[in-house]
C-alpha cells in the first residue's frame, strides 16, 4: 500500500486543542535529529510536508496530517521531539508535559513509533520513554532510523544488541522496523502495519 493522500491538518499547543473527530492517530516520536521529519516525509511521499531541520526542538507543537479521506481516514502525528531539555521533575519521568499528556491522554493514540538511531546503543532516555509507554500501557514499537548510516552487519548487530537489552526490562519485544530515509527503504513495512491496524 502506498500512501495517496496526506496534508497537513492542524498543529496543537495543548492536548484539549486537537479536535476530536473519531479518526485514529499513528503517532511519531523520537529524540530531537532522530529523523522522524524525514520519516514522515518518505511514508507520504511529500518531501516537504514535515519540516526536516537542523536546528531541531524549537517547536513544540503536535502536528497532525490526514491520511486518506471519509471513514477510511487516519492522522498521522508528528509529536515533539524529547530529550533536548529535561522537563522539571514533577512531569512524569521528566518529560515534557505536551508529550506525557498526549501519549498518556489521546483517545485516538492508536500506536506510537518510537524513532531511535541504528547507529547508538540504547540510551537511558528512550528506554525510560518506554518504560513510561509500558507502565502507562500505550502501544508502541521502534523504528531503527538512519540505517543507510551503517554496513548490512554492523546495522544487524546494532538491532540484535538493541533488542537484546531490551528484552532484560520486557517479557516481549515491541514490533521493530528499520527504515533509511535516505535510501527510502523500510517505509512499505510501517505503512502495511498501519493498514492492518486501520480495521
Ligand atoms: N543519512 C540519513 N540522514 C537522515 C535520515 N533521516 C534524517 N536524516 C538527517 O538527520 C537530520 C534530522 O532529520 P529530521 O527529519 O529533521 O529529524 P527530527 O528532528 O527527528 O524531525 C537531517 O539533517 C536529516 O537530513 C536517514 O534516514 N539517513
Ligand atoms: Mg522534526
Given at each position: 500500500?502506498?500512501?495517496?493522500?496526506?496534508?497537513?491538518?492542524?498543529?496543537?499547543?495543548?492536548?484539549?486543542?486537537?479536535?476530536?473527530?473519531?479518526l485514529r492517530e499513528f503517532a511519531f516520536i523520537g529524540r530531537s535529529n532522530v529523523g522522524k521529519s524525514s520519516l514522515i516525509n518518505m511514508l507520504t511521499g511529500q518531501k516537504g510536508l514535515a519540516k526536516v531541520s537542523g536546528t531541531p526542538g524549537k517547536?513544540?507543537?503536535?502536528?497532525?496530517?490526514?491520511?486518506?479521506?471519509?471513514?477510511?481516514?487516519?492522522?498521522?502525528?508528528?509529536?515533539?521531539?524529547?530529550?533536548?531539555?529535561?522537563?522539571?521533575?514533577?512531569?512524569?519521568?521528566?518529560?515534557?508535559?505536551?508529550?506525557?499528556?498526549?501519549?498518556?491522554?489521546?483517545?485516538?493514540?492508536w500506536f506510537l513509533f518510537v524513532l531511535v538511531d541504528a547507529r547508538h546503543a540504547p540510551q537511558k532516555i528512550d528506554m525510560e520513554f518506554m518504560e513510561m509507554l509500558g507502565t502507562e500501557g500505550v502501544p508502541?514499537?521502534?523504528?531503527?532510523?538512519?540505517?543507510?548510516?551503517?554496513?548490512?552487519?554492523?546495522?544487524a548487530a546494532n538491532v540484535a544488541n538493541y533488542k537484546q537489552e531490551l528484552l532484560k526490562q520486557w517479557e516481549e519485544l515491541?514490533?521493530?522496523?528499520?527504515?533509511?530515509?535516505?535510501?527510502?527503504t523500510g517505509g512499505e513495512e510501517i505503512i502495511e502495519f498501519i493498514e492492518n491496524n486501520l480495521t
Open positions: 500500500m502506498k500512501i495517496v493522500s496526506a496534508k497537513f491538518a492542524f498543529s496543537s499547543g495543548k492536548l484539549s486543542q486537537i479536535p476530536g473527530d473519531g517547536t513544540r507543537l503536535i502536528n497532525h496530517f490526514v491520511v486518506g479521506a471519509g471513514v477510511s481516514a487516519w492522522y498521522m502525528v508528528d509529536l515533539p521531539g524529547y530529550g533536548y531539555a529535561r522537563a522539571s521533575k514533577s512531569v512524569r519521568a521528566g518529560f515534557d508535559r505536551l508529550i506525557t499528556d498526549y501519549v498518556t491522554k489521546a483517545e485516538k493514540l508502541f514499537g521502534i523504528v531503527f532510523t538512519k540505517a543507510d548510516k551503517l554496513g548490512t552487519n554492523a546495522l515491541p514490533p521493530v522496523f528499520v527504515s533509511s530515509s535516505e535510501n527510502r
